[in-house]
């Protein structure tokens, strides 16, 4: 079954410095998501990322947030300048809208952790 | 504000009965129904899904219910297992595919006991 891959699997980072988590999305999947999970809280829509350009994104995705296809293939979040509350499990999603019945495939996650 | 409200935070069934997560939503413009089941360290997992033209999904053990009118649905796993211990997720969605984002629901924690 087709997975979507997420690099690392944890990273400890400084408040302040930029990080950027990486994902593999299912090829020939044409719709990109990242969402997170702050411990104990409920899974978080973050950006949605269509045709190599942000198609929604939500209040928590400011300024400090960027997301790119930088090869075509990979599908990343940058984030500037880390701030504490940024800890989070980040969770990148495919969905292909032939297949959408099936829902969307998720990555194992990226756990974030600013010290 | 919380469209996508499961209000029970965890569940406990044994083996072989049935376990019935509930789901409740606001927002009258969802149309895409999903769950999600979650082991620790790992991505949520698509469990089943249904559109609002239905009232019941079913896939081997496990049947989700949607009452439109009251924006409810329920999962129904029946028989439990004790593989089945994980978090489940409610979703909901404007519309099924496309670009459309989930809004997910705080989850609940199954625990099937052998």
């Known amino acids: 079954e087709p997975e979507v891959t997420q690099t690392p699997s944890h990273q400890v980072t400084q408040m302040g410095q930029e990080v950027i988590l990486r994902c593999v999305p299912i090829?020939?999947?044409?719709?990109f998501y990242w969402y997170r999970q702050i411990l104990g809280q409920k899974v978080e829509f973050l950006v949605s990322?269509?045709?190599?350009?942000?198609?929604?994104k939500s209040e928590i995705f400011d300024d400090q947030f960027s997301v790119e296809r930088p090869d075509g293939s990979n599908f990343t979040l940058k984030i500037r300048s880390t701030k504490l509350e940024d800890s989070a499990m980040y969770f990148c999603?495919?969905?292909?809208?032939?297949?959408?019945?099936?829902?969307?495939?998720f990555g194992s996650g990226t756990r974030l952790t600013v010290v | 504000d919380q469209q996508v409200k499961q209000n029970s935070p965890s569940l406990s069934v044994q083996e072989g009965r049935i376990s019935i997560l509930n789901c409740d939503y606001t927002?009258?413009?969802?149309?895409?129904f999903l769950w999600y089941k979650k082991y620790p360290a790992e991505g949520p997992t698509f469990l089943i899904s249904?559109?609002?033209?239905?009232d019941k999904n079913e896939d081997g053990r496990f049947t989700v219910f949607l009452n439109k009118s009251a924006k409810h649905l329920s999962l129904h796993i029946v028989p439990s297992q004790p593989g089945d211990s994980a978090v489940y997720f409610c979703?909901?969605?404007?519309?099924?595919?496309?670009?459309?984002?989930?809004?997910f629901g705080k989850g609940m924690k199954l625990t099937v006991n052998p």
């Open positions: 090829s020939n999947h044409l719709y």
């Open positions: 249904i559109s609002s033209i239905k």
């Open positions: 979703a909901a969605s404007p519309s099924q595919g496309g670009s459309e984002k989930l809004v």
């Open positions: 927002n009258s413009m969802f149309d895409y």
């Open positions: 990322f269509y045709n190599n350009e942000i198609s929604e």
């Open positions: 999603a495919n969905d292909n809208w032939r297949e959408a019945n099936y829902g969307y495939t």
